[in-house]
């Protein structure tokens, strides 16, 4: 019997049989051969650790824009808090943890650089609009290696697919909306958790809010501190959802409604503060010239893939892959005038 198979039986000895097992997958959309060390899961998982766009997620803005100090959230770091989130969630009602990882670290790949605000952009300047749930899946199936796609899973890309919820809501939404594992849901739940809680951290550290703005009403309900918030979430996300069955997961009427709470707070006094949303005109003008001015010169930037599609679709996956970091220094080397040398 090989490792794998190995692996495979006991995943089917040991977990929940409400678990998504790692012999069940629908498989990939080109056939592989089964490895002899790794599960399926682990394979997609280890493939989106190892791709281009998890790297670049390192300088990509969470909350606030070009976050050049040392202890503000990006993209990356949120990515890494929901997969120990969902983790946690995953192991205490002995689901599928591999799968959990792997949609947890595939499902933000498609964010633009600027966060939502790069976002907003790029889905005004788009033909059809831009989401990045569904950016993130493009990465996976069309874009990384050289327009290859990573081959990954039904399950995962389910998940990947399904994980973003905006202000909408949580759980409570029609079938066709949720992710059709156990797993994903999961991933769905804990993207909220760890953003409601690591964009207050962030809030507080910006001094865009005092401690003492938050709701008195939150405090009494899930703690004063991170660790106490987060402790609560999860706590009740585990309990709701075995005293469901496990036939969804679940989080208690109480709770949701004060991490809607929460969110809404987070939306009025942080990503809608005058300071902090005075900067997005910023990035506006900058990804608005750079994608009009990768229009003009596609044969510089744009890549030849996916093939028979819009070239105005290909300039926005060059805008939407791009960090922070390279869209500032690239718009400065476009556009600002450069020094004429001393002779």
Not at 220 to 241: L, P, T, Y
Not at 299 to 320: M, T, W
Request: aromatic share 8%.
């Amino acid at each position: 019997m090989k490792i794998r198979e190995k692996l495979e039986a006991i995943e089917k000895e040991t977990l929940s049989e409400k678990a998504f097992l790692s012999s069940m997958s629908q498989g990939r959309a080109r056939p592989e051969k089964l490895h002899p060390l790794r599960t399926a899961f682990q394979r997609d998982r280890d493939r989106i650790i190892h791709c281009k766009s998890f790297r670049r997620l390192k300088h990509k803005t969470q909350v606030f824009l070009a976050p050049f100090g040392d202890h503000y959230r990006t993209r990356l770091t949120h990515t890494l808090e929901v997969s120990q989130i969902a983790r946690t969630i995953a192991k205490a009602l002995l689901l599928n943890e591999d799968l959990t990882e792997a949609i947890s670290l595939g499902h933000d790949l498609g964010h633009t650089p600027f966060g939502h605000a790069g976002e907003k952009i790029l889905n005004a300047l788009l033909p059809h609009g831009f989401a990045h749930a569904a950016q993130s899946l493009r990465v996976v199936d069309k874009l990384e290696y050289h327009g290859k796609g990573l081959n990954l899973t039904y399950e995962v890309r389910d998940g990947i697919a399904k994980h973003s919820k905006g202000r909408g809501k949580i759980l409570d939404v029609p079938k066709k909306e949720m992710p059709s594992t156990l797993e994903g849901q999961i991933v769905r739940v804990s993207d909220v958790i760890a953003y409601v809680n690591h964009d207050i951290d962030d809030g507080l550290r910006a001094g865009v809010i005092k401690r003492e703005d938050i709701p008195p009403n939150l405090i009494q309900m899930f703690g004063k501190w991170h660790a106490n918030r987060i402790d609560k979430m999860v706590e009740d996300v585990v309990h709701s959802s075995m005293k469901a069955g496990l036939e969804k997961i679940e989080m208690s009427e109480e709770i949701t409604g004060g991490v809607s709470e929460l969110r809404d707070f987070l939306y009025e006094r942080v990503y809608f503060n005058p300071d902090a949303r005075s900067e997005f005109r910023k990035p506006e003008k900058i990804l608005n010239d750079l994608y009009y001015y990768i229009l003009e010169h596609p044969d510089d930037y744009v890549k030849p893939y996916p093939e028979d599609e819009p070239l105005e679709i290909r300039a926005g996956d060059v805008v939407a892959g791009m960090t922070d970091l390279h869209a500032l220094r690239l718009y400065q080397e476009v556009f600002f005038p450069t020094t004429w040398p001393i002779l």
